[in-house]
């Protein structure tokens, strides 16, 4: 079954006027893992609303290195550019984890930001929260360990999820960190030693949301609670978490 628009959160709290207005220009769109939305200074020509995919923003170094800079999911949308008067941006969109979303080409977007009504608010509102998030991911990488990274990747990634499975490289998570790929082995074992995750082939389960909060850097409430309050759209979450609901997170290597 096909994703309705009303499960990217930022869209479902459109009222129906406004959806009536844009609903009919979206286009859904399939997000494989990996693929590239936006390049670096490329021309932007549409916004996407992730419904059930995760999308990274990573900047680039010249050397070809790269660390990701924010996620964005089913909170909100992609290509705030769009609306901020650019037409590209110096990072690159990549898709972290496979699904859909819906994508408005930028003359739509542009005729109902200039509305003046309840997408430009929801879009500056997002807008902020994003920047909390690029702030703090820039704190994090400087100042906290891996193994706080890691917690950090965990957990935001959860909150982004509409199914429980996520699926990707473990050098694709240390690009995304910008650590070697050994540190995210390292840091993943000591978590399982502690009892916050299982990890083997490959594959990590929760078990532990709340001490893997505790073992998080203050970086990841930080994000959390300016996005609660700035998208109070969202659904109420809790750290308390059904035994069947743990988010699974598969890692793959090249050889596999």
């Not at 540190?183 to 389960?205: F, N, W």
Request: with cysteine; glycine share 6%; proline share 5%.
């Amino acid at each position: 079954m096909s994703p309705k628009p009303q499960q990217n959160h930022l869209l479902a709290a459109l009222s129906p006027e406004v959806q009536e207005r844009l609903f009919p220009y979206l286009e859904l769109v399939p997000l494989p893992l990996c693929a590239v939305l936006y390049e670096s200074r490329r021309p932007m020509g549409h916004v996407y609303f992730p419904t059930d995919s995760i999308v990274s923003l990573q900047y680039l170094m010249e050397n070809g290195a790269s660390t990701a800079i924010s996620v964005v999911g089913n909170e909100g949308l992609l290509g705030i550019t769009l609306f901020l008067g650019g037409e590209s941006t110096l990072s690159r969109s990549l898709v972290q984890s496979a699904g859909y979303a819906y994508r408005l080409p930028k003359p739509r977007v542009e005729d109902e930001f200039n509305r003046h009504g309840e997408l430009l608010l929801l879009m500056l509102r997002y807008t902020q929260a994003l920047i909390t998030q690029v702030s703090q991911t820039a704190v994090c990488n400087r100042h906290h360990s891996i193994e706080q990274q890691l917690c950090r990747w965990l957990l935001l990634s959860m909150d982004r999820l509409s199914h429980n499975h996520l699926t990707m490289t473990q050098e694709f998570i240390s690009n995304m960190l910008g650590v070697r790929r050994e540190g995210v082995t390292q840091a993943a074992s000591k978590l399982q030693h502690l009892g916050v995750i299982s990890y083997s082939r490959g594959l990590i389960k929760v078990l532990d949301r709340p001490r893997l909060e505790a073992l998080s850097c203050e970086c990841y409430s930080v994000v959390r609670k300016e996005t609660d309050l700035l998208l109070h759209y969202l659904p109420q979450r809790s750290v308390i978490m059904d035994i069947d609901a743990i988010p699974i997170i598969t890692l793959r290597t090249h050889r596999e």
